[in-house]
């Protein structure tokens, strides 16, 4: 069963930075491209991030260009998302999954959901 724990997350002031890691575990973790979504109270589920199987091409939403970077470790069967400059606008609840895409070429998470890792901007 695959498993997907995210964590990092905390209570940040506007500027400043986190870490977020998310270890997998019951998969190849290697074969699977990764992604990051996050969903604020109220809103639908968005994507963030993806980064491919041997990190070779990383993909980022618009509205977090130039300021997170996302990375990964096969052997710790790791993925993370480095957030710098952080603005009151990226508190959510951060998830983490394998990526597929849809026929639209929209990404999506593959495998059931862990429970997030929140993070909290203040102004």
């Known amino acids: 069963q695959v498993q997907l724990v995210e964590s990092g997350g905390g209570l940040v002031q506007a500027g400043g930075s986190l870490r977020l890691s998310c270890a997998a575990s019951?998969?190849?973790?290697?074969?699977?491209?990764m992604g990051w979504f996050r969903q604020a109270p109220g809103k639908e589920r968005e994507f963030v991030a993806t980064?491919?199987?041997?990190?070779?091409?990383?993909y980022f939403a618009n509205f977090v260009k130039g300021r997170f970077t996302i990375s990964r470790d096969n052997a710790k069967n790791t993925v993370y998302l480095q957030m710098n400059n952080l603005k009151p606008e990226d508190t959510a609840v951060y998830y983490c999954?394998?990526?597929?895409?849809?026929?639209?070429?929209?990404?999506?998470?593959?495998?059931?959901w862990g429970q997030g890792t929140q993070v909290t901007v203040s102004s």
């Open positions: 980064i491919s199987r041997s990190a070779g091409s990383t």
């Open positions: 019951g998969l190849t973790f290697s074969s699977y491209a």
């Open positions: 999954n394998t990526i597929n895409y849809d026929r639209a070429g929209k990404p999506f998470g593959l495998h059931s």
